[in-house]
């Protein structure tokens, strides 16, 4: 098994890197639409999207709001849970601060 500090990189991990970004910004794409809605869980997702931009000024994500998302919601946050863990950026920085504005003006 290889050690997860090991920073030589195989081909396979180069493809995987690439496989989850798409894998991340694909659940990230659905997440956002879901945001511009106008139900409760557009609220929860919202909120979510918004504590990973700027959860000081935005506000955090209370973890239980999970129980009242739907189940492809919420892998879709999963998923984007530990693609931000991996690419450790922020969502402007890459590309998506115009998107990431129009939550906060519909939501805040």
């Keep these: 098994m290889k050690d997860d500090y090991d920073m030589t990189f195989t081909d396979e991990d180069l493809e995987q890197a690439i496989n989850w970004a798409d894998t991340g910004t694909a659940a990230l794409d659905r997440l956002l639409v879901v945001a511009r809605g106008d139900t409760g869980q557009s609220g929860i997702v919202a909120r979510f999207l918004m504590s990973w931009w700027n959860a000081e000024a935005l ?3 209370n973890l239980t709001e ?3 998302v739907d189940g492809n ?8 849970i530990e693609y931000i ?3 450790r950026s922020y969502p402007d920085s890459l590309g998506y601060g115009e998107q990431f504005q129009e939550i906060v003006r519909q939501w805040r």
């Design 59 to 61: 506000g955090g994500f």
């Design 66 to 68: 999970l129980w009242s």
């Design 73 to 80: 919601i919420a892998s879709d946050i999963q998923t984007v």
């Design 85 to 87: 863990r991996r690419i």
